[in-house]
């Protein structure tokens, strides 16, 4: 999830470049468009300083932004008041599964959090790995010898058979793995089209084990 929405700056007078927009709520760490309350801009050293008071639009709580401002640049990343912190991931169903899956989930969730996408990439690969292989084990009932022995690319060919998982885990398997090397030899692909399919294969897990273990069922 981006931190920062880029806007035009002529919401702030006559400015006409972008600015980065704070994007998530210090509070609630929703995903908004923010509502501007008060805003204004000063000049400083040749440079423009906008700053705004702000309002969330999911919790309504209000918060604080300021942003430098410099023609043609949208490298300037503002800062917000209340600070946006971490809050960690948390998934009962996929805990179900792997417990040491959300904890290098996690910590990949914090480097992408700190802004080191390498080393999330190669940790979004390492928590794949770990889900992939406690689901063969504490789901489909392998044996967890067997399972260990496997790399990953034979462990999602074995253990998700089905089309839908085995395509989506391989993309986040061959991304991460080419952050690992020296070389990438897929540097077009970026770390959003990585994350990207990471969430789609989370969300297949989710599914096929609430599908697996209903709440209620039938009674013959
Ligand atoms: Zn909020």
Redesign the pocket.
């Known amino acids: 999830m981006s931190k920062y929405l880029i806007k035009g700056a002529s919401i702030f007078g006559s400015y006409s470049h972008n600015f980065k927009k704070p994007s998530i ?1 210090p ?2 760490h ?1 995903s908004i468009d923010v509502q501007k309350k008060k805003k204004n801009e000063h000049s400083f050293n040749g440079h423009q300083l906008f700053i705004a008071t702000c309002k ?1 639009t ?2 309504r ?1 209000n918060f604080f932004f300021a942003c430098e401002y410099d023609s043609g640049k949208t490298d300037y990343d503002p800062i917000i008041y209340p600070a946006v912190e971490f809050v960690p991931y948390s998934n009962d169903t996929l805990k179900a599964i792997s417990p040491r899956f959300i904890d290098i989930y996690n910590q990949a969730l914090q480097s992408e959090f700190h802004n080191n996408l390498e080393l999330a990439a190669i940790g979004y690969r390492s928590a794949l790995e770990i889900l992939v292989k406690d689901y063969a084990i504490n789901e489909l009932k392998k044996d967890p010898e067997e399972v260990r022995s496997k790399k990953l690319y034979d462990a999602i060919e074995i253990y998700l058979n089905q089309d839908g998982l085995f395509k989506t885990a391989d993309v986040v398997r061959i991304l991460g793995n080419d952050h690992t090397h020296y070389d990438r030899k897929y540097p077009q692909y970026d770390f959003g089209l990585l994350k990207c399919y990471m969430d789609i294969f989370l969300k297949n897990i989710e599914a096929l084990y609430l599908i697996n273990h209903p709440p209620v069922s039938r009674t013959l």
Do not use: D, F, G, T
Request: charged fraction near 10%; charge should be positive; include cysteine.
């Open positions: 709520c509070y609630c929703i969330c999911a919790c709580k």
